[in-house]
């Protein structure tokens, strides 16, 4: 039995599907077949029950859970200790999405620099959900992300709130405007980036009144602000100047306005696995963020 084949199975038992579980781990899904076969072979009985849309643990895997559970804990905090002592710091990786400077430094000088002078801390972009599964696997100490999921193992605290805006072609209609409402995007597409939430309760009304709803995601820097600024599209941001988003979509042809919701704030959440929340791991870095973002940066 070894190591990596707990932690093959406990991302197996979490996601109960193979597909997502390779992903998490960064394997294909044949040495992780094999990597479970091989663990059931070594205890002696099937850990899964493997059928053709599902898979479902066996009363031994759910019965492995704890234990396997317990040995990758205690083994990952035996690494960073050891890294500390090797190093003489701390090393975290935290994971953020598109957010303004101004949190970033929040974050590291007035968190994490304040519990741990000496920490190499290395940034890592990715979406909210893949942070949120990097912190589940370990890869990640903390992210920053715009979505909470109902997985108890993560905690979050709200940083950052930020008006919602939208994107609006350079004519005169849009130009004029103060604040949106849903129907001055009538005849309008509403593009919407990475991470934006199209069920989102207050986007709703918005939605009802545009023609066509379009998930775009543009590598080329510029592409949507382009999109927007030939005209017939719009697409949904921040209203803060200071956001990445805002002044990635700020170009020639295109005005950023504020949607007409007064009470709506878009949030940013500090993330983190429940179970690292201890004196000797993420404890005081987080007890210190929760003092700081007692009340959520406001931009």
Same mark, same amino acid.
């Given at each position: %039995?070894?190591?990596?084949h707990? +932690?093959?199975?406990?991302?197996?038992?979490?996601?109960?599907?193979?597909?997502?579980?390779a992903?998490?781990?960064?394997?294909?899904?044949?040495?992780?077949?094999r990597?479970?076969?091989q663990l059931? /072979?070594?205890?002696?009985?099937? /850990?899964?029950? +493997?059928?053709?849309?599902?898979?479902?643990?066996t009363?031994?895997?759910? $019965? !492995? =859970?704890?234990?396997?559970?317990r040995i =990758?804990t205690?083994?990952?905090?035996?690494?960073?200790? %050891?890294?500390?002592?090797?190093?003489?710091?701390v090393?975290?990786?935290v994971? %953020?999405?598109?957010? @303004? @400077?101004?949190?970033?430094r929040? &974050?590291i000088?007035d968190? =994490?620099?304040?519990?741990?002078?000496?920490?190499?801390?290395?940034?890592?972009?990715?979406?909210?959900?893949?942070? %949120?599964?990097?912190?589940l696997?370990?890869?990640?100490?903390?992210? !920053?992300?715009?979505?909470?999921s109902e997985?108890?193992?993560?905690e979050?605290?709200?940083v950052?709130?930020e008006?919602?805006?939208?994107a609006?072609?350079?004519?005169?209609?849009?130009?004029?405007?103060?604040?949106?409402? @849903? $129907?001055? !995007?009538?005849? /309008?597409?509403? !593009? /919407?980036?990475?991470g934006?939430d199209?069920?989102?309760?207050?986007?709703?009304p918005?939605?009802?009144? &545009?023609?066509?709803?379009?998930?775009?995601?543009?590598?080329?820097?510029?592409?949507?602000?382009?999109?927007?600024?030939?005209g017939?599209? *719009? *697409?949904?941001? &921040?209203?803060? @100047?200071?956001?990445? #988003?805002?002044?990635y979509?700020?170009a020639?042809?295109?005005?950023?306005?504020?949607?007409?919701?007064d009470s709506?704030?878009?949030?940013?959440?500090? *993330? #983190?696995?429940?179970?690292?929340?201890? $004196?000797?791991?993420?404890?005081?870095?987080?007890?210190?963020a929760?003092?700081?973002?007692?009340?959520?940066?406001?931009?």
């Amino acid at each position: %039995m070894e190591l990596r084949h707990l +932690r093959h199975f406990l991302a197996v038992a979490e996601t109960l599907n193979y597909t997502r579980a390779a992903r998490l781990l960064n394997i294909s899904g044949s040495p992780l077949s094999r990597s479970i076969q091989q663990l059931e /072979l070594d205890i002696g009985a099937p /850990l899964f029950v +493997r059928g053709t849309r599902k898979v479902e643990l066996t009363p031994l895997g759910v $019965a !492995l =859970i704890p234990h396997a559970t317990r040995i =990758i804990t205690n083994f990952d905090d035996l690494e960073r200790d %050891m890294r500390r002592r090797v190093h003489g710091h701390v090393e975290l990786y935290v994971g %953020m999405r598109s957010v @303004p @400077p101004e949190l970033i430094r929040a &974050v590291i000088d007035d968190v =994490i620099r304040q519990a741990e002078p000496g920490a190499d801390v290395r940034l890592e972009p990715l979406d909210s959900f893949l942070q %949120m599964d990097h912190i589940l696997s370990g890869k990640l100490s903390l992210g !920053l992300v715009n979505r909470r999921s109902e997985d108890n193992r993560l905690e979050y605290l709200a940083v950052l709130h930020e008006a919602p805006g939208i994107a609006l072609p350079d004519e005169p209609r849009y130009r004029e405007l103060t604040d949106v409402h @849903p $129907a001055d !995007l009538a005849g /309008l597409r509403l !593009l /919407l980036q990475p991470g934006s939430d199209r069920n989102a309760p207050e986007l709703q009304p918005f939605v009802r009144e &545009v023609l066509e709803t379009i998930d775009v995601s543009s590598d080329i820097v510029g592409g949507i602000a382009a999109m927007v600024a030939a005209g017939g599209s *719009c *697409c949904v941001t &921040v209203a803060n @100047p200071s956001a990445p #988003w805002h002044r990635y979509l700020a170009a020639e042809g295109v005005v950023i306005r504020p949607l007409a919701l007064d009470s709506v704030r878009a949030v940013t959440y500090l *993330c #983190w696995r429940t179970d690292r929340d201890s $004196a000797q791991d993420l404890g005081p870095i987080l007890s210190i963020a929760r003092d700081r973002f007692l009340a959520p940066i406001e931009l």
